[in-house]
């Protein structure tokens, strides 16, 4: 392979895990954005999807497209059951005691499913068979394409929804001004339960379609959820496209540094430069840059 | 009435500590013991850290790479290089707090929780660094054979007299907090913690106490990490990784943040939390999850909160340190 297809083929990797990443930073953006507290149960949810989808798949015998909707409905419901349960009883909700909150959310969750679907790593089969496909001189596996697939589409509809239609008006609303959405008849609370609901989601999607890739198991969440929040701070907390750039150049930060420089340093060149960024970018790569200086 | 309030402290805790002392005398063996140095140990972590929340507002996500730091670097000069354990002590502090002010300097200037932000980003780094610099660290099978603290030819290896002068240092980094909180800066603190904007306006130095009080709290982490290294003899990575630091955070805020006795109840539930959630197995770990949960949501001012008379109670809530200003004060 000549020097031109390494870095095509090493960009095409990043860009499959920048995908996972940009799906898991967009639930992040989406509870922060309603609530501005950071939800350390985003990457749980991820392995939930994985898990449960797996489980269904191979317990239960359902058929593989149907197992993709299942699992991210099962956490979906989770995410709601986590909120009206964990977040919304709060007297005064602010974002460190909903943040500390998602910690103990986080933790039993994943207690949770490993006593329900034990320790054992999951899988599932890739959607469309396992022949690799050849682009420029780089072959990159069919499911990394299902990732790229899914996440422009989640990018997409997650656009329309909070663009066009009237729930998520309201829930831009309600997130922008709590009272004034109030006064002019939203529901606040409602829409933080939904936020959570989208939220999880979305995560759960992502780790559907990354399980036939990297397999999953009851403490991959943790990792999955450090990285996409780190995606979601380089691309500009709370920014749904910031999700987007922050997701794909942490994935193609950490392919490129696993290829050219070192695999076993790729997380510190990866954080390195997103230090950099953060000292010179503070609001992010897409954040406005109104941050005052003291 | 602040005043008088510290000085209540002062005395409560003076008393506390020659209690303390029988400690090892009243425990039924080594083990027990032990558990009461990794609790000294946790205090100086938890009660750090708590002073730079609780007090100074600001949320480090990095304590544990601190501790780390403190740890390693002590414990690798110690280990690999033949270095005196004190010597390796004063130099592990030295260059984290020296580190310290290089996160602290670009961050804690911008408003917002910049340094949240920051510090996530920095222990990341720093326990890819422990695992991967295997040749001084030992990868992730960890470092060994660091060797313990000697005093005029006394070795501090037992547990009892680990403990003694665990409680020692311990002490001293105590009353070192209750000083600063009761100084100048220490009102600075508290008053940029309510509002930077209002204390800035005041004339006090917002910028430079925060980067003071952010090197001062890694350093204080960093002395946890050379007691720590000194008395097992040994580091292993996942001891300072990204969770540790959000369970330190965890704690902090279960055991009331912003208290003076928050982190002595905070450093009572960490002693076998690591171990917990590090092995993460069985039942106990749902029930922890819920649990703190369930804390929060009921006493959000934490466990010390509950040992206030209800009048103090209702006089100084703690204050929420803000993660982000809220959207509606970014918007021009």
Same mark, same amino acid.
């Given at each position: 392979?000549?020097?031109?297809?390494?870095?095509?083929?090493?960009?095409?990797?990043?860009?499959?895990?920048?995908?996972?990443?940009?799906?898991?930073?967009?639930?992040?953006?989406?509870?922060?954005?309603?609530?501005?507290?950071?939800?350390?149960?985003?990457?749980?949810?991820?392995?939930?999807? =994985?898990?449960?989808?797996a489980?269904?798949?191979?317990?239960?015998?359902?058929?593989?497209?149907?197992?993709?909707?299942?699992?991210a409905?099962?956490?979906?419901a989770?995410?709601?059951?986590?909120?009206?349960?964990?977040?919304?009883?709060?007297?005064?909700?602010?974002?460190?005691?909903?943040?500390?909150?998602?910690?103990?959310?986080?933790?039993?969750?994943?207690?949770?499913?490993?006593?329900?679907?034990?320790?054992?790593?999951?899988?599932?089969?890739?959607?469309? =068979?396992?022949?690799?496909?050849?682009?420029?001189?780089?072959?990159?596996?069919?499911?990394?394409?299902?990732?790229?697939?899914?996440?422009?589409?989640?990018?997409?509809?997650?656009?329309?929804?909070?663009?066009?239609?009237?729930? =998520?008006?309201?829930?831009?609303?309600?997130?922008?001004?709590?009272e004034?959405?109030?006064?002019?008849?939203?529901?606040?609370?409602?829409?933080?339960?939904r936020?959570?609901?989208?939220?999880?989601g979305?995560?759960?999607?992502?780790?559907?379609?990354v399980?036939?890739?990297?397999?999953?198991?009851?403490?991959?969440?943790?990792?999955?959820?450090?990285?996409?929040?780190?995606?979601a701070?380089?691309?500009?907390?709370?920014?749904?496209?910031?999700?987007?750039? =922050?997701?794909?150049?942490?994935?193609?930060?950490?392919?490129?540094?696993?290829?050219?420089?070192?695999?076993?340093?790729?997380?510190?060149?990866?954080?390195?430069?997103?230090?950099?960024?953060?000292?010179?970018?503070?609001?992010?790569?897409?954040?406005?840059?109104?941050?005052?200086?003291? | @009435?602040?005043?008088?309030?510290?000085?209540?402290?002062?005395?409560?805790?003076?008393?506390?500590?020659?209690?303390i002392?029988?400690?090892?005398?009243?425990?039924?063996?080594?083990?027990?013991?032990?558990?009461?140095?990794?609790?000294?140990?946790?205090?100086?972590?938890?009660?750090?850290?708590?002073?730079? @929340?609780?007090?100074?507002?600001?949320?480090?996500?990095?304590?544990?790479?601190?501790?780390?730091?403190?740890?390693?670097?002590?414990?690798?000069?110690?280990?690999?290089?033949?270095?005196?354990?004190?010597?390796?002590?004063?130099?592990?502090?030295?260059?984290?707090?020296?580190?310290?002010?290089?996160?602290? &300097?670009p961050?804690?200037?911008?408003?917002?929780?910049?340094?949240?932000?920051?510090?996530?980003?920095?222990?990341?780094?720093?326990?890819?660094?422990?695992?991967? &610099?295997?040749?001084?660290?030992?990868?992730?099978?960890?470092?060994?054979? #660091?060797?313990?603290?000697?005093?005029?030819?006394?070795?501090?290896?037992?547990?009892?007299?680990?403990?003694?002068?665990?409680?020692?240092?311990?002490?001293? *980094?105590i009353? &070192?907090?209750?000083?600063l &909180?009761?100084?100048? @800066?220490?009102?600075?603190?508290?008053?940029?913690?309510?509002?930077?904007?209002?204390?800035?306006?005041?004339?006090?130095?917002?910028?430079?106490?925060?980067?003071?009080?952010? *090197?001062?709290?890694?350093?204080?982490?960093?002395?946890?990490?050379?007691?720590?290294?000194?008395?097992?003899?040994?580091?292993?990575?996942?001891?300072?990784?990204?969770?540790?630091?959000?369970? @330190?955070?965890?704690?902090?805020?279960?055991?009331?943040?912003?208290?003076?006795?928050?982190?002595?109840?905070?450093?009572?539930?960490?002693?076998?939390?690591?171990?917990?959630?590090?092995?993460? /197995?069985?039942?106990?770990?749902?029930?922890?999850?819920?649990?703190?949960?369930?804390?929060?949501?009921?006493?959000?001012?934490?466990?010390?909160?509950?040992?206030?008379?209800?009048?103090?109670?209702? /006089?100084?809530?703690?204050?929420?340190?803000?993660? #982000?200003?809220?959207?509606? /004060?970014?918007?021009p």
């Amino acid at each position: 392979m000549d020097y031109s297809s390494v870095i095509l083929q090493l960009a095409l990797s990043g860009l499959a895990t920048g995908g996972i990443y940009a799906l898991v930073a967009l639930g992040f953006n989406i509870v922060f954005k309603s609530t501005d507290a950071i939800n350390f149960a985003q990457g749980e949810w991820v392995m939930a999807g =994985g898990m449960i989808a797996a489980f269904l798949y191979q317990a239960a015998g359902l058929p593989l497209w149907s197992v993709v909707p299942l699992g991210a409905l099962a956490v979906v419901a989770l995410g709601a059951a986590s909120e009206r349960l964990a977040v919304h009883p709060l007297s005064s909700p602010g974002p460190m005691l909903i943040t500390l909150i998602t910690i103990g959310v986080a933790i039993a969750t994943k207690a949770a499913i490993m006593l329900t679907l034990g320790k054992a790593p999951a899988g599932l089969p890739a959607f469309t =068979g396992s022949t690799p496909v050849h682009i420029g001189g780089a072959a990159i596996p069919p499911q990394a394409l299902w990732v790229l697939l899914t996440m422009a589409a989640v990018m997409v509809a997650s656009h329309f929804f909070f663009e066009r239609t009237l729930l =998520g008006k309201a829930m831009r609303a309600a997130a922008a001004d709590r009272e004034a959405a109030a006064l002019v008849g939203i529901n606040v609370g409602r829409m933080v339960t939904r936020a959570f609901m989208i939220a999880a989601g979305v995560g759960a999607l992502a780790g559907i379609v990354v399980t036939p890739i990297t397999m999953t198991s009851f403490n991959a969440g943790t990792f999955l959820g450090f990285k996409g929040f780190s995606a979601a701070m380089l691309g500009g907390l709370g920014n749904p496209y910031g999700a987007l750039v =922050g997701g794909l150049v942490l994935g193609l930060l950490e392919s490129m540094s696993a290829g050219l420089i070192s695999s076993a340093y790729k997380d510190a060149v990866a954080f390195v430069v997103l230090l950099f960024i953060l000292f010179v970018r503070p609001d992010g790569l897409l954040g406005r840059a109104a941050v005052s200086r003291v | @009435m602040k005043r008088a309030g510290f000085a209540r402290n002062r005395v409560a805790f003076a008393l506390f500590w020659a209690v303390i002392l029988i400690f090892p005398a009243l425990a039924p063996n080594p083990f027990i013991v032990n558990l009461g140095v990794f609790w000294l140990i946790n205090l100086i972590l938890l009660a750090s850290l708590n002073l730079l @929340m609780g007090y100074g507002g600001q949320i480090s996500l990095s304590h544990a790479a601190f501790f780390g730091l403190g740890a390693y670097i002590s414990g690798v000069l110690s280990a690999k290089f033949g270095v005196s354990p004190w010597l390796g002590s004063l130099a592990a502090i030295m260059v984290s707090a020296a580190v310290a002010a290089l996160i602290g &300097l670009p961050t804690l200037r911008l408003k917002g929780h910049y340094l949240a932000m920051a510090t996530l980003g920095f222990n990341a780094v720093v326990s890819v660094l422990f695992v991967e &610099l295997r040749g001084l660290t030992g990868g992730p099978n960890g470092l060994t054979n #660091v060797p313990s603290l000697e005093l005029f030819g006394f070795s501090l290896s037992g547990d009892v007299r680990f403990f003694y002068f665990a409680w020692l240092v311990t002490g001293v *980094v105590i009353v &070192l907090i209750l000083n600063l &909180l009761d100084s100048r @800066m220490g009102r600075a603190l508290r008053a940029l913690s309510t509002s930077e904007v209002a204390a800035e306006s005041m004339g006090v130095p917002v910028f430079r106490y925060k980067v003071q009080l952010f *090197v001062l709290t890694a350093a204080m982490a960093a002395v946890a990490g050379c007691l720590y290294v000194h008395h097992i003899n040994f580091a292993s990575p996942e001891t300072f990784d990204f969770m540790a630091s959000v369970m @330190m955070v965890v704690v902090v805020a279960l055991g009331g943040t912003g208290t003076f006795w928050g982190p002595f109840l905070a450093a009572l539930v960490y002693v076998g939390l690591p171990e917990l959630l590090h092995a993460f /197995e069985g039942f106990e770990v749902l029930l922890f999850g819920v649990s703190l949960v369930v804390v929060l949501l009921f006493f959000p001012s934490g466990l010390a909160g509950l040992l206030r008379p209800r009048r103090a109670r209702v /006089e100084s809530r703690p204050r929420e340190p803000r993660a #982000v200003p809220r959207l509606s /004060e970014r918007r021009p």
